[in-house]
């Protein structure tokens, strides 16, 4: 059976109505008139993060069936990242990391987030998009938030001038009654289980939206903020929705198999990226413009055909091993980051936010402990230029299960020590804890005592009083 879905005739007519449209609602708010001469030389930031997207699931990065050519001409012409870190293996926690420069446990943001809960990323935390603001930036967020759903904690809130996509995973606000069969809502359109909102700022416009058509509409929407911001510096911040499941696409590029929905759905969000990279080129400001793609997690393994893959990395998402939290990485800005480049040093989310601080010369806050570290350094590949952190810890809820220094992984779970050899064992299969004994006491002394001053330092998430 065909699906029914959106259309390019649907999506060119959509981009004038939408132009109106845009005017009428006055989504992009909180603009200001730039001085040219203070902000000319600063440059532009846009941050590409998809959902549950498994290490190997770029053709760069290896993957032997899904086709990205857009994400491939990225990794030509800037550098690609084989040891970047998400700060989480699931959804709340990694963007809070992301748009924080913290560890997640740090802001209060240790699980993921549902419909029910009344907490969310307190606006009072410094985001990527404040600091950007503070030096006559224009922001906005353009697809999946999940920090939280509440008025108080939506991205017009967090430092953003405008948003536009829905507010949590895809698969929440179940219909009940139906059974969420993937393959039968990937073939058929009009079974549809869930009722997740599609926002624009504050308001709802469309429940439950229609999910064949959010990756071209996101596309539109960053085209449009593109053009729109073309002579001032901006922040686009464009989280998919996908892929995590369900799974969906327009109709360009349906296929009718389930057991190929995945790779349909990485291919449409590469020809998103292609239109996004387009329409820098087009505005004129490919050249002062930094792109970075990377994913919030690991695949979501359970999933079967409707998940990704991460090999050769161990596991996926929910998990502390390589799997649930290295992550492809592809960062491009044209005549800054030299072309064709390939970085191995360990770096992750957390670090962009004091990155494009400096890169702007923005503050960087001073009153709070903020993990991350200005990396451009390895994105410009300077000489000998090495890894700002001595260790890289990885959290699974508020617990610390793993810490990273150099080539050596040490991860303590309630059942077992293990230690691993990363660069001779990157898919984590030769436990080498009993013959390192002396590396699993230094490195235990790291975890401790970091997990000690984080905690002492950390801040509640945002709540809203019952």
């Known amino acids: 059976m065909k699906k029914v879905g959106y259309t390019r005739r649907d999506f060119l007519k959509s981009l004038s109505i939408g132009a109106a449209s845009l005017a009428l609602t006055g989504c992009i708010k909180g603009n200001q ?43 030509a012409e800037g550098m690609r990242f084989t040891d970047f870190y998400s700060a989480a293996s699931v ?11 913290c560890y997640p446990p740090r802001v209060g943001i240790t699980r993921v987030l549902f419909p029910r809960d009344n ?3 307190d606006p009072e935390e410094s985001t990527i998009a404040d ?35 829905i507010p949590y995973s895809n698969d929440m606000d179940g219909v009940k009654g139906k059974d969420r069969n993937l393959d039968r809502a990937w073939q058929n359109k009009d079974y549809s289980p869930w009722n997740v909102p599609l926002m624009r700022d504050e308001r709802i416009v469309e429940r439950p939206a229609d999910q064949t058509t959010l990756i071209e509409r996101y596309t539109r929407e960053a085209v449009r903020f593109i053009r729109q911001n073309k002579d001032k510096p901006f922040f686009l911040y464009l989280p998919h929705t996908m892929p995590h499941v369900p799974l969906f696409v327009s ?53 079967k055909h409707h998940g990704g893959c991460a090999l050769p990395l161990r596991d996926g998402k929910f998990s502390t091993y390589e799997g649930g939290m290295r992550e492809p990485c592809i960062m491009r ?14 770096c992750g ?39 700002p952190h001595e260790a890289y810890y990885y959290y ?40 390192h004994p002396e590396i699993v006491k230094r490195m235990t002394d790291m975890m401790e005592e970091f997990d000690r001053q984080l905690k002492d330092n950390a801040r509640p998430a945002g709540k809203v009083s019952e």
């Not at 998103?272 to 004129?284: K, P, W």
């Not at 800005?333 to 030299?338: S, T, V």
């Not at 303590?412 to 299969?429: N, P, V």
């Open 33 to 75: 008139q730039i001085n040219s001469r203070a902000t000319a030389d600063k440059p532009n930031f846009v941050i590409i993060f998809t959902d549950d997207q498994g290490y190997q699931d770029v053709g760069c990065f290896g993957s032997p069936s899904i086709k990205t050519p857009n994400l491939d001409g990225m990794a």
């Open 91 to 101: 959804c709340s926690p990694s963007r809070a990391a992301l748009l924080t420069g």
């Open 119 to 121: 907490i969310g990323l």
């Open 131 to 165: 600091v950007l603001k503070e030096q006559g930036y224009a922001t906005a967020c353009i697809g999946k938030w999940h920090l939280g759903h509440l008025p108080q904690f939506l991205p017009t809130n967090n430092g953003f001038d405008s948003y536009f996509g």
């Open 251 to 303: 109709d360009e590029f349906y296929v009718e198999d389930a057991k190929k929905a995945y790779i349909a759905t990485i291919e449409q969000i590469d020809f998103s990226i292609g239109e996004v990279l387009a329409a820098l080129n087009e505005t004129g400001v490919d050249g002062k413009t930094l792109v970075v793609f990377t994913s919030d997690n690991g695949p979501w393994l359970s999933k």
């Open 333 to 346: 800005w044209p005549g800054k980051i030299p072309a064709g480049m390939v970085c191995g040093e360990v």
């Open 349 to 387: 989310t957390i670090d962009l936010l004091p990155t494009f601080a400096g890169l702007a010369q923005a503050r960087v806050p001073t009153d709070r402990v903020i993990d991350g570290r200005d990396i451009w350094p390895l994105m410009a590949a300077g000489p000998g230029a090495e890894s």
């Open 396 to 435: 699974k809820g508020k617990n610390l299960e793993a810490v990273r220094s150099g080539r050596w992984k040490l991860r303590r779970s309630k059942k077992d020590t293990e230690l691993y050899d990363l660069e001779a064992d990157i898919s984590e299969k030769n436990n080498l804890a009993d013959e």
